[in-house]
């Protein structure tokens, strides 16, 4: 009994290790003919069980026109909303239809725009309301997950809100407005330069576009300040200007390309030339003069944006690296030494190229150092362009005004002199006007 137990027991064993090793083997087979298919026959990517994250498409459309640096604010709060940003740069006739007929043509908006770092894509000639067909075409072609816009109301001649649809379809998003800056206030700022320099002036009826084509304003040869920017309502933070800085410094053998000026009513020659410069070097160094600086060389009417208004703007532009915030008028040893500058440029189009009688030129140590070179500006447009087709534009201007109200701006021209209305009505009693305003430019 004993020993037939213990064969018997011993005859299982055997069994269930042969057993278990033909399982083993088995799966071990298996398993690499499994790999050796996997390997040879890899899975299509969409089936990949590691899939890559669709990049959220975010659109904002915009006149653009007059761009300053609250536009760009506005394009950096929206990028901040998705991973690329598509932005549609609305039409010349849709503009004139709705607003007035813009300062800058499309193909100067378009250059703003595209030079802003926060953009990834540009649509020419887009509608200045969102219709059902493009927000159709927005979904569909250009794979738009939402369509952003500021907190400030878009209101259209019919009353109706201009993003309606997107609301309603629930692809809508909203970002905070930029305060202390409008193209309006800035147009406002240069009349109201011009009007204080006019009534002092009343007695040869000046023109704007001579005012602002001439430096070295009788406050100045007479030894005195100049206004300036003084009626800027921006409220400069260290937090902007991080917010619009690459916060990355040039490589040790990195070529530096140094290029300054006012970058007044930043503009599209700006970009141009600021584009050309940056394909010279690794990092484009971009030195902004002050404001008394700059009201020293143009006049006490200049500038029309403050310093600190022009640095963000120009940090804003993709081509540029780093700037220097009130950059001294001339460039000296010690500043090439201690920014390591390569190269020193300047573009052949720009307000001050004829320099002062008695001033040297600005140039002059990085000429005598063989590094200083003058580049063929890609754009003839200069800050005094845009201040003159401002008022060479005998249409009426309306401009952008709390939605309560209606504003109109208007800037006529006889044979004596340019004069400015303002005129503004409620929009619940058209006919009822507000306040209404005219002087001699």
């Not at 067909?133 to 201009?162: Q, S, V």
């Not at 005195?224 to 040039?250: D, M």
Request: net charge neutral.
């Amino acid at each position: 009994m004993i020993m037939g137990f213990d064969l018997g027991h011993s005859s299982d064993s055997i069994q269930s290790s042969k057993l278990l090793a033909t399982c083993l083997i088995g799966g071990l087979i298996l398993g690499v003919s499994v790999l050796g298919f996997y390997l040879a026959f890899p899975p299509p990517r969409q089936l990949s069980w590691r899939r890559k994250k669709k990049p959220i498409r975010v659109y904002m459309d915009g006149c653009f026109d007059m761009m300053h640096y609250g536009h760009c604010n506005a394009l950096r709060q929206a990028r901040a909303l998705g991973d690329q940003l598509v932005v549609g740069v609305v039409s010349d006739a849709e503009i004139t239809a709705n607003k007035g007929p813009p300062v800058t043509p499309l193909n100067e908006r378009m250059i703003m725009v595209s030079g802003v770092k926060w953009v990834d894509e540009v649509i020419p000639d887009a509608p200045y309301a969102i219709t059902e067909d493009f927000m159709k075409k927005l979904f569909d072609e250009y794979n738009i997950d939402y369509i952003i816009h500021g907190d400030d109301p878009c209101i259209l001649p019919d009353g109706t809100d201009a993003y309606a649809l997107a609301k309603k379809a629930g692809r809508y998003k909203q970002i905070k407005r930029t305060e202390g800056v409008s193209s309006t206030d800035i147009v406002g700022r240069m009349l109201l330069c011009v009007r204080e320099r006019s009534l002092s002036d009343s007695h040869n009826h000046s023109s704007l576009q001579r005012q602002f084509s001439h430096g070295h304003s009788q406050k100045f040869e007479d030894g005195g300040s100049g206004s300036g920017t003084r009626i800027s309502h921006f409220l400069p933070t260290s937090r902007r200007i991080v917010q619009f800085s690459n916060g990355k410094g040039p490589g040790p053998d990195a070529r530096i390309v140094y290029i300054d000026g006012a970058f007044d009513l930043f503009h599209a020659g700006h970009v141009e030339i600021l584009k050309l410069a940056r394909g010279l070097g690794d990092f484009l160094l971009v030195g902004i003069h002050t404001d008394q600086t700059v009201s020293a060389n143009r006049g006490a009417h200049r500038p029309i944006m403050n310093l600190h208004e022009r640095s963000l703007s120009v940090l804003a532009c993709r081509y540029v690296d780093e700037v220097i915030i009130g950059a001294p008028w001339e460039v000296s040893k010690d500043m090439i030494t201690t920014f390591n500058i390569s190269l020193v440029v300047h573009g052949t189009v720009a307000e001050y190229n004829n320099f002062p009688k008695g001033k040297e030129d600005p140039y002059a140590i990085p000429i005598s150092l063989g590094i200083y070179e003058q580049l063929e500006s890609p754009l003839d447009i200069t800050t005094t362009t845009i201040i003159r087709r401002i008022v060479s534009n005998h249409e009426a201007y309306q401009v952008t005004w709390p939605p309560e109200y209606v504003v109109i701006l208007s800037v006529f021209k006889d044979r004596a002199n340019v004069k400015l209305t303002i005129k503004i009505w409620t929009r619940s009693c058209p006919t009822l006007q507000r306040s209404s305003d005219e002087c001699l430019i």
